[in-house]
């Protein structure tokens, strides 16, 4: 079966302690007969959760994990604000558990305050949202998922997973204008950055293999802190530090559609003593894309926050070297988040020594873009999505760097589509896999946005005051183009010469109608060599730790 080729079967987890693994009486390390469906922009993840929550009844389950939760931050207008609605949720019946990083301390521009506030609103309702700090020292829990279980009606549950927290900057769409309840980044970013991101709903039985994630995570026994002075202010503060009991787990929702799905996971060799579902950690996120990297043959399609460290992107230089017609495009923000004297080299660092590693692999077989709206401010990409060959997608809140693959709590799903694509190229790797019609699918609406071969309608409606020329009008035969994309080669092509026309275009003065398209070819600034070694230096150990057993480390494995 493909599955088994591109999928981490059982044993190549790493984590014997996980319940994952086991769920299953055949012994999948996957759940099959699911339908997976990816919404891109938190504007539509919040609008399809929103419902969701509503329309939930008394005796319910609602569960949820988050980096930072902003208790205001608004799913769809006035009255729409999550912790609302959340609370409404409690005060009908619903049972609502939420774990939430405590995070480190506001100063350091973190969201201990607004997960702590979180959390109190939501036990006044009736819900219960715990302050996790069950982590490695410097790390987080970056895990985003929720779960949506219905007592009565099972064909409605749903699990979300991937890279959009329930927070400011979230809510944006495909015009990029971005949220208007927003936090400051980079000043290039503006006031509202815009800002890219991708969720993925899940229904079938992989939704209770996210509720078994949830779970072996709440049921930790080990305080939600080590540190005394944290543990001293939850006593002052009286904050709910136990997990209350959940109800046995209901059985899993029956198939529902044809997608292979794996969860894959980081979590830290945390230090002294593990965790009881993970004691030495666990990596399968990384495991999974070096298993699916040495199958790439035609195209890595990679849209990412960070693609930083050498370390990590050694699997895909490996790839580019062993296969000369493989390529690779990869999305990423132009800017960091941070721009301080002290951040942004080192945050610039890794990226200029990973885009170094896959550039003297690949030459230009590499291709790095960077996004902008057609108002000219460049876009914040903060999705984590990869599409290799058109066969394996992965969807998740993990980034390509040191510290989503080994250091911090992370949560990806691999999909794997039984249904084969009609459309040629039919097998663009060559290896008899046969392209697949989720990850193509993925691939091409994430294109299409970026080269501007949405609908028209959209497209029509994304000129805004400050851009009046707006975008030339893209090619009359827009079908034609997007049948195209499906080749890798042509592709890879129209990526570059949509890039060229528009750096062109800002050149010359911006004169003349805006091309079509939304992205800039990216060049990584130059940093001075007195810079690099202390960056260097303090890249590895602030922004992109290492999470593995020290055994693993000297091995050089995942």
């Not at 609502?96 to 100063?107: I, Q, T």
């Not at 090619?475 to 890798?488: H, K, M, V, Y």
Request: include cysteine; glycine fraction near 10%; proline fraction near 8%.
């Amino acid at each position: 079966m493909t599955r088994v080729r591109w999928l981490l079967v059982r044993g190549e987890r790493g984590n014997p302690a996980t319940r994952l693994d086991d769920r299953r009486p055949d012994g999948a390390a996957w759940s099959w007969g699911n339908e997976a469906r990816p919404l891109v922009h938190g504007a539509s993840y919040f609008a399809e959760l929103l419902a969701g929550v509503d329309a939930m009844r008394a005796g319910d389950l609602l569960l949820f994990t988050d980096w930072r939760g902003d208790p205001d931050e608004r799913l769809d207008g006035p009255g729409s604000e999550i912790g609302t609605v959340l609370c409404r949720a409690a005060e009908r019946g619903v049972m609502v558990k939420g774990l939430l990083w405590r995070s480190h301390l506001d100063s350091l521009h973190f969201s201990q305050k607004e997960n702590l506030r979180f959390g109190e609103e939501l036990a006044r309702a009736g819900g219960e949202c715990l302050l996790d700090m069950r982590v490695r020292p410097g790390g987080s829990h970056h895990q985003k998922l929720v779960v949506l279980r219905h007592r009565d009606r099972p064909e409605r549950d749903v699990a979300y997973v991937g890279g959009i927290d329930l927070c400011h900057n979230r809510n944006d769409d495909a015009r990029h204008r971005g949220d208007r309840q927003s936090l400051p980044v980079a000043a290039a970013y503006g006031p509202h950055p815009p800002w890219h991101d991708v969720q993925l709903a899940l229904r079938g039985p992989v939704v209770g293999d996210v509720e078994a994630v949830f779970r072996e995570r709440w049921e930790d026994p080990a305080p939600l802190s080590r540190s005394p002075l944290t543990r001293l202010r939850e006593r002052m503060h009286r904050e709910d530090v136990s997990a209350d009991g959940l109800p046995p787990q209901a059985p899993d929702p029956a198939p529902c559609g044809a997608h292979t799905v794996q969860l894959l996971r980081t979590y830290p060799n945390r230090l002294l003593f593990g965790y009881p579902f993970a004691p030495d950690g666990e990596r399968s996120i990384a495991r999974g894309y070096l298993k699916a990297l040495r199958r790439a043959r035609a195209l890595i399609y990679l849209e990412d926050q960070y693609l930083w460290s050498p370390r990590v992107v050694a699997g895909f230089a490996e790839a580019l070297r062993r296969q000369p017609e493989l390529r690779m495009i990869g999305v990423v923000p132009t800017f960091p988040d941070e721009d301080g004297r002290l951040t942004l080299p080192m945050n610039l660092i890794g990226r200029i020594n990973a885009l170094a590693e896959l550039r003297r692999a690949g030459g230009d077989r590499v291709a790095v873009y960077g996004l902008e709206n057609h108002a000219g401010t460049p876009v914040y990409v903060h999705a984590k999505v990869c599409v290799i060959d058109d066969v394996w997608a992965c969807v998740g809140s993990d980034n390509i760097n040191l510290r989503s693959w080994t250091h911090d709590s992370e949560l990806g799903c691999a999909v794997h589509d039984e249904s084969p694509d009609p459309r040629r190229p039919r097998d663009p790797g060559g290896l008899g896999d046969g392209a697949r019609v989720f990850a193509r699918e993925l691939r091409l609406e994430l294109m299409r946005e970026h080269l501007d071969l949405m609908d028209t309608d959209l497209t029509d409606t994304d000129l805004t005051d400050e851009d009046p020329s707006g975008p030339a009008p893209a090619d009359p035969d827009g079908a034609s183009a997007q049948e195209a994309l499906c080749d890798p080669v042509e592709a890879f092509e129209a990526f570059r010469a949509a890039a060229a026309a528009l750096d062109a275009w800002h050149d010359g003065g911006c004169r003349g109608p805006r091309p079509a398209g939304r992205l800039r070819r990216y060049a990584p600034p130059d940093l001075p060599a007195r810079h690099r070694l202390p960056a260097r230096l303090l890249h590895r150990v602030l922004v992109d730790p290492d999470g593995r057993p020290m055994g693993l480390r000297m091995r050089r494995r995942f």
